[in-house]
């Protein structure tokens, strides 16, 4: 079966790990990951963690698909989003509240960058689960304001905010769900349940997460393959755009 990382990440990391892109795509290959959408979480410029990804992308076209780190508090943000997703065609958008210390519902400035955002056409992942920066109900709240995009919640909320990111988003049919660091199974499978396999995404968050067991954890909870093929593949497809592409 194919298997898609829809979120993954390149760059030093925060405990100063080195890391490259061929150690990204040797390591995913390794248990049978064919592509892989990455941010840079590495640095204080988000102009560098972008052109590092996009570097990556050109290295590895038919692999790597890029997301641009966008702070919203930047004055170039806007900017930003123009030169990622119009001069280098990214594939999304990474917000990450915690990361750059903001809460998204006392951040105006959110709503000017996501309607230049919708005029590309491409999903934006947002970092889901850790209080008090990047709680699901913020996040949805953009998601109703722009039914126009398609957004992808991490973690399924991490640790504390899973079955409520759950119940968060499952009238908002533009929101899709990432399974990656979600280790409660009750989460994994009422996500499943309650969204359909068809609004869940395989990621492995490498490198913070071991890539075996992200894999594992599906086949060790005995999912049928016909919504293991939405989960592990179609999914991404779809938030990737490869259907109209093809």
Known sequence: ??????????????????????????????????????????????????????????SFPDIIKGYAFINPKAPDAIDEVNRCLGDYKMDGIKFHSWKHGYYPDNTPALNDILAEVEKYGVHVQTHVGTAPFSTPYTWAEYARRFPGIDFLFT????????????????????????TSGQMDVEVLLRAIEVLGPQRVCFGTDWPYKPVNIEVEKFYELNIPEEKLEYIFHKNAEHLWRLETRA
């Not at 990951?33 to 640095?43: D, E, H, M, T």
């Not at 988000?46 to 990556?56: F, G, I, P, S």
């Not at 909320?157 to 988003?169: C, K, M, P, Q």
């Open 1 to 58: 079966m194919l298997i898609y990382d829809i979120h993954s990440h390149l760059g030093k990391t925060s405990s100063g790990d080195e890391n490259s892109p061929e150690k990204l795509v040797n390591d995913l290959k390794a248990y049978g990951i064919q592509k892989v959408g990455i941010s840079s979480l590495s640095g204080i410029s988000t102009r560098e963690q972008n052109d590092l990804v996009y570097r990556a992308m050109k």
């Open 155 to 178: 973690h399924i909320g991490y640790y504390e905010f899973g079955l409520s990111t759950i119940e968060a988003v499952k009238d908002l049919k533009n929101v899709w769900v990432e």
